[in-house]
């Protein structure tokens, strides 16, 4: 009996060896990190999988402003902010439809629907530059279909409404609006970032699943705060969309806003996850 009691003693001592815990569990790299995506992959263009993920980035993006478009239609159309949704129905539109089309798409496009997000991600070597442009493009194209969708619902009400055109609001100047988009994106591609971040995904099970809420929610918070402001851009191919079908001479007098803002706000996001974030820390060796 002693000898089985110290045997067992022996197999614990070595199980709780192998399987520490706490600090000293974190090894090196214990998670698989995805090689960096080449720049340009010409194999991309002979492959379904990549004009399945670009249809599905228009598809998503069409869905995502004929909703949006149509919630601020209804605001803009009711006789006070008490007889329709609001602001915060705006924003509920808005983040509620990505959160639904980034659960849709994530696995066959990556669910960007934005093209700030898809310049993000390029800069942290995440995808070509090749299905970058792509994307950009199929997003755009959505973005005009859509708006131009809820127009044909209703012409002359979409025209006399601004069409949920993005400016910048009276009592803003444009540097505000540019701060306020800057700001704005920089908290939805930082949240993208961290959602989809591959050592986080391997050390919580539920992270990929979850992914689409946090990024949703992001966008509804970023509503809240800038509609005041800009209407809240943080999507260039949103607020292109809405400009060309709406075109009117003082929604483009601000729209370099709603892509210059957005752009850099992704690449302030893309270099705080990648060189502060995920920087790998340096280790003393006994």
Sequence with gaps: MEGKEEDVKLGANKFTERQPIGTSAQTDKDYNEPPPAPLFEPGELHSWSF????????????????????TVMGVK???????SVGIQGIAWAFGGMIFALVYCTAGISGGHINPAVTFGLFLARKLSLTRAI???????????????????????QYQLLGGGANTVNHGYT?????????????VLVYTVFSATDAKRNARDSHVPILAPLPIGFA????????????????????????????????????HWVFWVGPFIGAALAALYHQI???????KSRA
């Design 51 to 70: 004009y399945r993920a670009g249809i599905a980035e228009f598809m998503a993006t069409f869905l995502f402003l004929y909703i949006t478009v149509l």
């Design 77 to 83: 159309r009711a006789p006070s902010m008490c007889a």
């Design 134 to 156: 792509f994307y950009i493009v199929m997003q755009c194209l959505g973005a005009i279909c859509g708006a131009g969708v809820v127009k044909g619902f209703q012409p002359s």
């Design 174 to 186: 444009k540097g505000s609006g540019l701060g306020a988009e800057i700001i704005g994106t920089f």
């Design 219 to 254: 966008v509804f918070l970023v509503h809240l705060a800038t509609i005041p402001i800009t209407g809240t851009g943080i999507n260039p191919a949103r607020s292109l969309g809405a400009a060309i079908i709406y075109n009117k001479d003082h929604a483009w007098d601000d």
């Design 276 to 282: 502060v974030i995920r920087a790998i820390p340096f």
